[in-house]
C-alpha cells in the first residue's frame, strides 16, 4: 500500500501567514487521486482539495493545492481564524486508499 | 441536500457483536461508493474499506480485512459496518463518507460520525 508523509507534523503560524503543507507518497500516486481534508475539533473532515488541485465546493480560493508523482502541497495563502485545524491527505487511485498521518495548523 | 446520517454511540463490552449504521439521502445511492473511516482516539484518519451499494462490491484495507464486514441495503440506503466480536481497541469514532460522481472526485460527503466504546 502507498505510505503517506506529511510534513510538518505542527506548524505554528499567525493570522494573516501564509501556510504551506506536504504530503510525500512511498511510489507515485495513479493519475490525479490526491485530495486534502481540513478537521477541527469535535467534527467530522470535511475535503477542501480534490484531483491534486480542484477546490471542493464552498472552499475559499486561499486554499490551494499542487504536485505529481509522489510530492504533493497544500498551501494557504492568508491564514485566517478559522483555518487552525489538522489537514490530511489522502491518495485514492490505488487500493487500499490511504491517509497521511496529518498536519496540525496552530496558532503562533 | 446530500446526507449520511450515522447511528447514535455505542459503549459494548469485549466480545459483543455490533452493527452501526449510515443511512444516504439526497444523492443515487446506489452510484456512489460508500468508504468506512476509523480514527481512534487523539489519532488520525484510516481509511477501513468501501462498498459500492449497487452492486455490493466490496473492498478492505488489508488492516481491517477479516475483522470488520461492510455491508449495504439499497432498500433502505443504507450502509454498515459490523463486528463480530468487539475489543477494546476497537474503541474509536468512525465516519462514512461518500465519493462523488466526478472524475478524481474524493470523499465530499461525511456522516457525523458514530463513537464505540468497548469497555469491560
Known amino acids: 500500500e502507498i505510505v503517506l508523509t506529511q510534513s510538518p507534523g505542527t506548524l505554528s503560524l499567525s493570522p494573516g501567514e501564509r501556510a504551506t503543507l506536504s504530503c510525500r507518497a512511498s511510489q507515485r500516486v495513479s493519475s490525479s487521486y490526491l485530495a486534502w481534508f481540513q478537521q477541527k475539533p469535535g467534527q467530522a473532515p470535511r475535503l477542501l482539495i480534490y484531483g491534486v488541485s480542484s477546490r471542493a465546493t464552498g472552499i475559499p480560493d486561499r486554499f490551494s493545492g499542487s504536485g505529481s508523482g509522489t510530492d504533493f502541497t497544500l498551501t494557504i495563502s492568508r491564514l485566517e481564524p478559522e483555518d487552525f485545524a489538522v489537514y490530511y491527505c489522502q491518495q485514492y487511485g490505488s487500493s487500499p486508499d490511504t491517509f497521511g498521518q496529518g498536519t496540525k495548523v496552530e496558532i503562533k | 441536500e446530500v446526507q449520511l446520517v450515522q447511528s447514535g454511540a455505542e459503549v459494548k463490552k469485549p466480545g459483543e457483536s455490533l452493527k452501526i449504521s449510515c443511512k444516504g439521502s439526497g444523492y443515487s445511492f446506489t452510484s456512489h461508493w460508500i468508504a468506512w473511516v476509523r480514527q481512534m482516539p487523539g489519532k488520525g484518519l484510516e481509511w477501513m474499506g468501501i462498498i459500492y451499494p449497487g452492486d455490493s462490491d466490496t473492498r478492505y484495507s488489508p488492516s481491517f480485512q477479516g475483522q470488520v464486514t461492510i455491508s449495504a441495503d439499497k432498500s433502505i440506503t443504507t450502509a454498515y459496518l459490523q463486528w463480530s466480536s468487539l475489543k477494546a481497541s476497537d474503541t474509536a469514532m468512525y465516519y462514512c463518507?461518500?465519493?462523488?460522481?466526478?472524475?478524481?472526485?474524493?470523499?465530499?460527503?461525511w456522516g457525523q460520525g458514530t463513537l464505540v466504546t468497548v469497555s469491560s
Open positions: 463518507a461518500t465519493y462523488g460522481s466526478g472524475t478524481y472526485s474524493g470523499l465530499d460527503y
